[in-house]
């Protein structure tokens, strides 16, 4: 857990640039109209203690004039009060959700970027789960962070206002002490001070348990909630091996630990309601039996009894916010931290891209339609070397296979995207365009299957006699009327027709060099050959760069590069 002084400062750093924005203008705006109308919030309040006093009054002396007065005037303070209400609300919600997406769209921005995505998950840190910390923590650290804020804005403005009201109300009063008479102003403004300030205290030191117990909440919900999403996609792959039996008692046992995190919060939170039960109980009856006898003294009128009472009221609420809000301010900083561990995740990590290191791989883009490899070495997190001094010249419009290890391959691939920096030397990358992988299994997202074909380019830039010759040329026809149908397609088409899509997909980009991963493993060995034999014959220019363990497309490649 963070200091208190140090949480802050990385919060306002995080979040408070979003005033600062391209949309400064509207952000300020809003604002300031919700600043005016929690003003306009503490002066319904006040206006509504004197409408009180004034009501007791004519009621205590039975004048009907000012009793209809009052209901005349309560009307115009009712609809006053719902038009700022609502317009308030209306206000709040929209900065909310403008903060909310601002600081979504940052996090997105930096998660996303040039595969970090990938490369967080192998640095150290709590930063586990970021797609619930981007979705859910967000939307907690904004909407929470305005709520929060309001309430102590209008708590302070009406410890502001009801402190003078309250203060005139007392008057003075002598307190004997029997050698001696003290006289004491404004009584119970000291009242509601000290009776606030113990019970803030007592609230407090009783709630300090909730906020440990609400981040580990969050973080086996989140893990729950994981492990659940990770099934779902896989779900295919557990059924044909029937891991039910291993899958079923991991999610009980992860299903424990949110009962055992629960159970500690429930005992957080009983200790808390316990106190705060009672508080609002004494809170309703305290203020009057304390200026019940000045009324029956006859220093006071019925209606300053009431006033008094009110403001006595609002005074303890004011001074009594960071008990009102203790379970709220806990859930806002279990979420903030959470965010901050992704942000310092990933603020980590391009610390470590951008600084020279001799023990990290470097990418290197050269005018020359030339991939070369010098003094490279790759090596696994745990610092085990998978490739020694390899220098190797890949010309433009060949066709190699990565023989060897599969494995190793696999890493020299995520080398080359820029997804794995472990490791010693460079490579230098052609400079006419960015490389195109085939991994075993093509991304194939949500939504039309055009679109999921044409990814990661729009779907307008391929007419639809290019699509539905592709789709002939790689055997997959039947699926041109498809096209326009939206599916989970990584769900919807077998194994093989989702390879075929992936070769389509290069069909269609045409790039001039292609890794390609296992990319056909799920075809027999005819398939696979006549897979190699469109690129072949469609993109004779293309630069080939294939790991298989197909013997026969081995022969089909000018030369290999074997890794031990």
């Known amino acids: ?90 206000v709040k919600r929209r900065i909310q959700l403008d903060w909310r997406g601002w600081l979504t769209d940052k996090l997105i921005g930096q998660w996303m970027h040039e595969g970090r995505h990938y490369l967080v998950t192998h640095i150290p840190g709590k930063h586990d789960n970021p797609d619930g910390r981007i979705a859910e923590d967000v939307r907690i650290a904004t909407e929470y962070a305005i709520d929060l804020l309001h309430s102590l804005f209008y708590s302070a403005l009406l410890l502001a206002s009801f402190t003078r009201i309250l203060w005139d109300l007392s008057g003075t009063i002598n307190v004997n002490l029997g050698f001696m008479q003290i006289e004491i102003m404004g009584h119970l403004v000291w009242i509601a001070m000290i009776y606030a300030a113990s019970a803030s205290m007592l609230g407090w030191w009783i709630g300090r348990p909730l906020t440990k117990a609400t981040d580990n909440r969050q973080t086996v919900e989140a893990n729950f909630r994981f492990s659940l999403v990770k099934a779902r996609e896989n779900s295919l792959a557990i059924a044909l091996i029937h891991g039910e039996s291993h899958e079923t008692p991991r999610f009980h046992r992860l299903f424990g630990d949110i009962v055992d995190a629960w159970n500690q919060q429930t005992k957080a939170w009983e200790n808390i309601m316990l106190f705060s039960s009672g508080y609002s109980v004494l809170s309703m009856a305290f203020p009057i039996l304390v200026s019940a006898p000045r009324y029956i003294l006859g220093s006071i009128t019925l209606g300053a009894l009431m006033q008094s009472a009110q403001s006595f009221q609002h005074m303890v609420s004011a001074l009594s916010w960071p008990v009102d809000n203790m379970g709220r301010v806990a859930e806002w900083r279990a ?108 991304f194939l997202p949500t939504g039309r299957l055009r679109s999921a074909i044409c990814y990661p380019l729009s779907s307008k830039d391929f007419k639809q006699d290019d699509l539905e010759y592709a789709l002939n040329l790689v055997g997959v026809g039947d699926l041109i009327a498809q096209l326009d149908e939206v599916a989970d397609w990584e769900k919807t088409l077998e194994r093989e027709q989702q390879q075929r899509l992936g070769l389509a997909r290069v069909i269609l980009q045409k790039p001039k060099w292609i890794m390609m991963q296992e990319a056909f493993d799920s075809l027999d060995p005819e398939g696979e050959i006549d897979m190699i034999r469109i690129i072949e014959r469609k993109l004779p220019e293309s630069t080939l760069l294939s790991i298989t363990k197909q013997p026969t497309i081995q022969s089909m490649h000018s030369r290999r590069i074997v890794l031990n």
């Open 1 to 90: 857990m963070q200091t208190t002084s140090r949480f802050f400062i990385q919060f306002i750093r995080l979040a408070g640039p979003f005033w600062f924005s391209e949309n400064k203008a509207t952000v300020r705006s809003l604002s300031l109209a919700l600043l005016v109308l929690t003003l306009l919030q503490i002066a319904i309040s006040v206006y509504i203690t004197i409408w009180s006093a004034d009501l007791f009054d004519a009621l205590d002396q039975r004048s009907m004039p000012r009793l209809f007065t009052q209901v005349g005037l309560i009307v115009l303070i009712f609809i006053a009060n719902i038009a700022i209400t609502v317009t308030h609300l209306m």
């Open 335 to 442: 979420s903030v931290e959470r965010v901050l561990g992704l942000v310092s995740a990933l603020e980590q990590l391009e610390k470590e891209i951008a600084k020279p290191d001799p023990h990290r791989i470097h990418l290197v883009k050269k005018d020359q339609s030339v991939l070369r490899f010098k003094n490279l070495c790759l090596s696994r997190l745990d610092g085990i070397v998978c490739i020694q001094s390899l220098n190797e010249e890949i010309k433009a419009g060949e066709r190699v296979l990565i023989a060897g290890n599969a494995y190793t391959g696999n890493k020299l691939f995520k080398a080359m995207a820029g997804l794995w920096p472990w490791g010693e030397g460079s490579i230098e990358l052609p400079d006419d365009e960015p490389m195109f992988f085939m991994p075993p299994r093509p």
